[in-house]
């Protein structure tokens, strides 16, 4: 929020949060009425110290004291009853807001587009998620309720001062009109630099996500020096940014400090005057002197809390910006059920350029039919739009210009979940979960049986090396599948994908990372699985699409031939000189491996 913002809106983001408080309404009501208990109890505490002196020790009356000390007892259970109270409520309450809105902010992002990572560093997201909802937590669970508690006692203590005495009491409020003071002005700037700090801690943790998530590239380069610098670098400058934050708060309580016991000290001098003078009893001044300390420690209190505020308004800030974004991909507001027979897949004048590359057109005026069980190979150099025809067919991005249809529904009439459920993904990179095999495959089909499984991973050629694990289907892999060789993490994706069972089967390079006996095996295993449903290939590797229906050839985003490979050898000069760079010309078969 600019620092033009008008006073009352600085903590304005924080008013975001009541739709995550509303639910708990009754627990709130609960909290609020042990803090008011707690919050009269400890104003009763004086006025029991008064009668404790002007009518206990003054008298000399055993039977009094003993009967105010009993009271005072009892003020104290009270107060200790009710702040425990509070403070498990008040803890509860963090807790559970906490834990939903880190819920929200999560949900929200799993169902954000692509598009949104271009920009946004998944580092970043989840700092959001851990260090931004921590302060939120301790507001919602300690500071929020501190700071009512210590305004209900500067209310009721200044009230209090006031009926004891209000020559006195007027020195008081004064003091307390001058504290008020450096509270705005410093309040302000610790708000500004609590969302400076908060910035540069999470570009360190995207730093620290980014790293970490390539460190065989790194370590393969040697540079683990110079990643620890930079992530040192980013560390220092967080830490730089956050201690100019703490010097302006220590700076706010040292000014809140000094004037409060500043104006105490001259007040209770003259307190000491006018029981000197008989204007006063020992106890009436004794009632004062703890009032004004209690109100002098509240007003400290809210101070700090006022700080605490401001720094969850920052964080509050950033987690609004998550949850305001939206996915430029969204469902209609009525949807059409995908018919489970029909025309087929039709890509119809599709035009469209990735966000962050708006100049340069990914797909030109592209257009193909897909009869349905048609098993169809797109080839091309590098950079032609093969994998972007997959990521539009799943609605990851929506295209510019033009449709795409499945069995002549567009896909954007139908919702993302019947879509993306009809659809099987094997990608060039697989992506494995840190479960065991058994969770893995059954990632798109988590209610399989065991049979299914096995079954599932004998067609991807991964039973035997599975088998050979540890515990075997329940054998855990790691973060990312670390335990495993690449190949065989193909063969997991590639098993996942024929569990699904789904109509259409996306294979992006689906075998690039398999030798040459498993791809063969994985192969005839992925023919299997593409009999009776419609498939796409993505293949550089021109020997494992010879036996498709249909070769597309594409470049710059456009179709330029289409056929079988013996057909497009001859009709399609890109597609002869891609099979020059992998075949024996003279022969048409693969050159033997190195």
């Known amino acids: 929020m600019p620092d033009a913002a008008p006073r009352s809106q600085r903590v304005a983001p924080l008013f975001a949060l009541l739709p995550f408080l509303r639910p708990y309404a009754g627990r709130w009501a609960l909290a609020f009425l042990a803090l008011l208990t707690s919050a009269g109890a400890t104003l009763a505490l004086p006025v029991a110290f008064k009668y404790l002196i002007d009518r206990g020790f003054a008298s000399g009356d055993r039977t009094h004291i003993d009967r105010y000390f009993i009271a005072l007892f009892i003020v104290s259970l009270i107060l200790a009853a009710a702040t425990a109270l509070r403070f498990y409520w008040v803890s509860w309450l963090g807790e559970r807001v906490t834990a939903d809105l880190r819920r929200a902010v999560y949900d929200h992002v799993m169902r954000m587009s692509p598009e949104f990572f271009e920009t946004t560093q998944t580092g970043e997201v989840l700092s959001r998620l851990t260090t931004d909802t921590t302060l939120i937590q301790a507001v919602v669970g300690t500071s929020l309720s501190l700071g009512v508690r210590n305004a209900l006692l500067t209310i009721g203590g200044v009230t209090m001062l006031v009926t004891t005495s209000p020559v006195l009491s007027g020195y008081i409020i004064a003091t307390l009109v001058v504290v008020v003071a450096p509270i705005v002005i410093f309040g302000r700037r610790v708000r500004k630099l609590s969302r400076a700090s908060q910035d540069k801690v999470a570009n360190a943790s995207a730093l620290a996500g980014e790293v970490l998530n390539a460190m065989p590239t790194v370590q393969s380069y040697t540079q683990e020096g110079y990643e620890t610098k930079r992530f040192g670098g980013a560390v220092e400058t967080a830490f730089d940014t956050a201690l100019t934050r703490i010097r302006a708060r220590a700076g706010l309580t040292a000014v809140v400090i000094v004037f409060v016991f500043a104006a105490i000290v001259f007040v209770l001098w003259l307190g000491a005057q006018a029981v000197l003078a008989g204007r006063m009893t020992a106890g009436q001044l004794s009632q004062f002197i703890l009032y004004a300390v209690f109100t002098a420690g509240a007003v400290g209190a809210v101070a700090e809390v006022w700080g605490d505020l401001q720094r969850a308004a920052g964080a509050t800030e950033r987690l609004l910006q998550l949850l305001a974004a939206?996915?430029?991909?969204?469902?209609?507001?009525?949807?059409?059920?995908?018919?489970?027979?029909?025309?087929?897949?039709?890509?119809?004048?599709?035009?469209?350029?990735?966000?962050?590359?708006?100049?340069?057109?990914?797909?030109?005026?592209?257009?193909?039919?897909?009869?349905?069980?048609?098993?169809?190979?797109?080839?091309?150099?590098?950079?032609?739009?093969?994998?972007?025809?997959?990521?539009?067919?799943?609605?990851?991005?929506?295209?510019?210009?033009?449709?795409?249809?499945?069995?002549?529904?567009?896909?954007?009439?139908?919702?993302?979940?019947?879509?993306?459920?009809?659809?099987?993904?094997?990608?060039?990179?697989?992506?494995?979960?840190?479960?065991?095999?058994?969770?893995?495959?059954?990632?798109?089909?988590?209610?399989?049986?065991?049979?299914?499984?096995?079954?599932?991973?004998?067609?991807?050629?991964?039973?035997?090396?599975?088998?050979?694990?540890?515990?075997?289907?329940?054998?855990?892999?790691?973060?990312?599948?670390?335990?495993?060789?690449?190949?065989?993490?193909?063969?997991?994706?590639?098993?996942?994908?024929?569990?699904?069972?789904?109509?259409?089967?996306?294979?992006?390079?689906?075998?690039?990372?398999?030798?040459?006996?498993?791809?063969?095996?994985?192969?005839?295993?992925?023919?299997?699985?593409?009999?009776?449903?419609?498939?796409?290939?993505?293949?550089?590797?021109?020997?494992?699409?010879?036996?498709?229906?249909?070769?597309?050839?594409?470049?710059?985003?456009?179709?330029?031939?289409?056929?079988?490979?013996?057909?497009?050898?001859?009709?399609?000069?890109?597609?002869?000189?891609?099979?020059?760079?992998?075949?024996?010309?003279?022969?048409?078969?693969?050159?033997?491996?190195?």
Not at 515 to 521: I, K, P, V
Request: charged share 20%; aromatic share 6%; hydrophobic share 45%.
């Open 326 to 594: 939206r996915s430029p991909v969204v469902e209609a507001a009525t949807t059409v059920p995908l018919p489970a027979q029909g025309e087929g897949i039709r890509f119809e004048n599709v035009s469209f350029s990735y966000p962050s590359r708006p100049g340069l057109a990914a797909l030109d005026g592209f257009t193909l039919d897909v009869r349905p069980g048609e098993h169809v190979a797109l080839v091309g150099p590098s950079g032609a739009g093969k994998t972007t025809l997959f990521q539009l067919l799943l609605r990851f991005y929506d295209p510019q210009s033009g449709q795409i249809m499945i069995n002549g529904v567009p896909t954007t009439q139908t919702s993302l979940h019947a879509l993306r459920q009809s659809i099987g993904v094997v990608l060039q990179e697989s992506v494995i979960f840190s479960g065991s095999v058994l969770d893995n495959i059954r990632y798109g089909m988590p209610d399989a049986s065991l049979e299914q499984v096995k079954r599932a991973a004998a067609m991807a050629a991964a039973a035997d090396f599975i088998e050979a694990l540890p515990q075997g289907y329940d054998t855990f892999l790691g973060e990312r599948g670390v335990r495993l060789s690449g190949g065989q993490r193909q063969r997991l994706a590639i098993a996942r994908a024929i569990l699904k069972n789904p109509p259409i089967l996306l294979l992006d390079e689906a075998t690039s990372a398999l030798d040459a006996a498993s791809e063969r095996l994985v192969q005839t295993a992925l023919d299997n699985a593409a009999l009776d449903r419609t498939t796409l290939v993505i293949a550089h590797r021109l020997a494992t699409v010879q036996q498709a229906d249909r070769i597309v050839v594409m470049e710059h985003g456009r179709i330029v031939a289409q056929g079988r490979h013996a057909e497009l050898l001859h009709s399609s000069p890109l597609y002869a000189q891609l099979a020059a760079l992998q075949f024996d010309m003279t022969s048409g078969q693969l050159p033997a491996r190195v």
